[in-house]
């Protein structure tokens, strides 16, 4: 098999008592979407945030096409190539929809420390800002500011960000949230078209989605995963039928 | 789709009536020394000369209130700095303004590097504390200087040189080079906002995460501009001891910092002129109350809270709303 993109093992997380993450081995490969299942509380966030740099780990190691960042930081990481979106909707609420686009479009774009020329006014930074967001297909809305934006369209912000940096994989987590059908439709559609370009570890509840997009599937219960394969191996395994449907399912499964 | 593909990004138009009511204030500051003449009145350029000094301060602080999200409470202590860089070089008989500012500046700038580092390990109540803390070391330690006037302050008998000219011996010298730091202070904290180290500064105020996220390294872009901010204070101290020509360790008192805090929140955070209006209005109301009473703060302080109640955004809120909607 290739190199993975992604490679977590033994990653060990813990909250006090509380064991957040357990011995997690995963991996993301390139072309592929990784998907993270799990019940609310399995720390499928949790898990994100240490990839992305937000949390540390305790134990275990992230490596990142196959250098180890787990010492790294946060904003170092995104550098490296690793692109995230929120669950919660983490956007600049003051800046226009370009400008939080054109903003994470700019860290590739050379040196930040730059102090004279109005920035609002680069048009490189501005047309890559464009390019991010038509593609995502809130184009219409640039001129509008983040803060006003509809909650799908603050979800579609969110992605724009993170494809205007250039990644080369992208965590997701939870995209869909709290979206509406149509919404998280034309949405799947838009991830399955970035699926071409960025390999993508994303968590999601809606089940309809995950199916469409991922081409593996790993079931994390409380802070261990305890089944990974195709959508349909997924689908088939006891412990991951009892993750979803309960625990009751689960004694008569097992 | 396809349309949007072409779609130009949208550019935002630069306002223009914060242009005009800068204007303005530039124009009435260019005016008072030929009032002043006019009415034979040393006093209200003198009054001018201290409120634009303020004004350049405290537009150093909206960078870091205002644009940053930084609510220092140490502010003054880079003015203090700049001053005694100032008033210890002409004591020990440098009088060569070409000299001393460098030193002044690479002194704020040494210190705002050091304590903004350590500051900057903490955010929100912790921060304003910690800014708090450094800026009272500063005063006590001028305080001990007893060989510069120690709690007493020091008076410069010779004010400095201008390139060995008399330059900055003359009221009008000064008044024109105040003049003219605060009016380039005023554009280069405009620029800066804007450009691309202001914006990701713009953005780590309202959302570290994200802009962390995005691959910016938040604390070395607050950094910077905790130093830019110091740097400034200290050149507008450099000013104040060279106008005074008295200097002592109260200039970096926190009550300082709190009256600079309060200019920049009264003139309106974050705006073109707020800190500017802010300063020049602070120093107009102190000045006109405090001529009626002693006792001035017992007006100011309810008016303050007024303000902070009706007019929220500040004074340029307020003008904002008198000119109406559009």
Known sequence: ?????????????????LVVTDKVDLD?????????????????????????????????????????????????????????SFQITSILPDFTVLENVAL?????????????????????????????????GLAPRAAAMAGALSYGEKRMLELAIAIA???????????????????????????????????????EHDMEAVFRLADRVSVLVAGAIVATGTPDEVRADPKARAAYLGEDHAEGAA | ???????????????????????????ALALIPVLAEAWGGAWLTS????????????????????????????????????????GIMITEGVYEMALILPVAIAAAGLFALISGAICLRTSGVSFIMITLAFGQMIYFALGSLAQYGADDGLTLWSGPDFLGTSWLGSDMGVYVTVFAVL????????RITGARFGRVLRAARQNPTRVASMGYSVFRYRLTAYVIAGVIAAIAGV????????????????????????????????????????????ILIEETLSSITHDWRLIFGPLLVLIALYARGGLVGLLDRVRGPR
């Open chain 1, 1 to 17: 098999m290739t190199e993975a993109v992604l490679q977590l093992k033994g990653l060990q997380k813990a909250f006090g008592a």
């Open chain 1, 28 to 84: 993301l490969h390139p072309g592929e979407c990784h998907a993270l299942i799990g019940p609310n509380g399995a720390g499928k966030s949790t898990l994100i945030h240490q990839v992305s740099g937000l949390l540390q780990p305790d134990a275990g190691r992230i490596a990142f096409e196959g250098r180890d960042v787990t010492g790294q930081k946060q904003h170092e990481r995104a550098v490296a190539g690793l692109g995230r």
């Open chain 1, 104 to 136: 994470a479009a700019q860290m590739r774009a050379g040196s930040s420390m730059r102090f004279f020329r109005r920035a609002d006014r680069e048009e490189a930074l501005n047309a890559a800002a464009m390019t991010a967001l038509d593609r995502i």
């Open chain 1, 165 to 203: 940096g250039k990644p080369r994989a992208l965590l997701l987590d939870e995209p869909m949230a709290g979206m509406g059908r149509a919404e998280s439709e034309s949405l799947t559609d838009t991830l399955l078209e970035l699926k071409a370009t960025y390999p993508m570890l994303l968590i």
């Open chain 2, 1 to 27: 789709m396809t349309d949007q593909a072409h779609m130009q990004a949208p550019v935002a138009a630069t306002p223009r009536a914060p242009l005009i009511v800068a204007s303005v204030i530039f124009a």
């Open chain 2, 47 to 86: 009054l001018a000369v201290r409120a634009m000094i303020l004004a350049i301060v405290a537009i150093s602080l909206d960078l870091l209130m205002g644009q940053g999200g930084m609510v220092s409470f140490g502010h003054s202590a880079f003015v203090a700095i700049g001053a005694y860089a100032c």
């Open chain 2, 183 to 190: 009016l380039a202070t005023w554009a280069l904290v405009h």
């Open chain 2, 239 to 282: 000013l104040w001891a060279t106008h005074a020509a008295f200097i002592s360790p109260s200039l970096g008192a926190w009550q300082r910092s709190g009256d600079l805090i309060v200019m920049v929140v009264l003139g309106g955070m974050a705006t073109r002129n707020g800190a500017l209006l802010g300063a020049l209005f602070f």
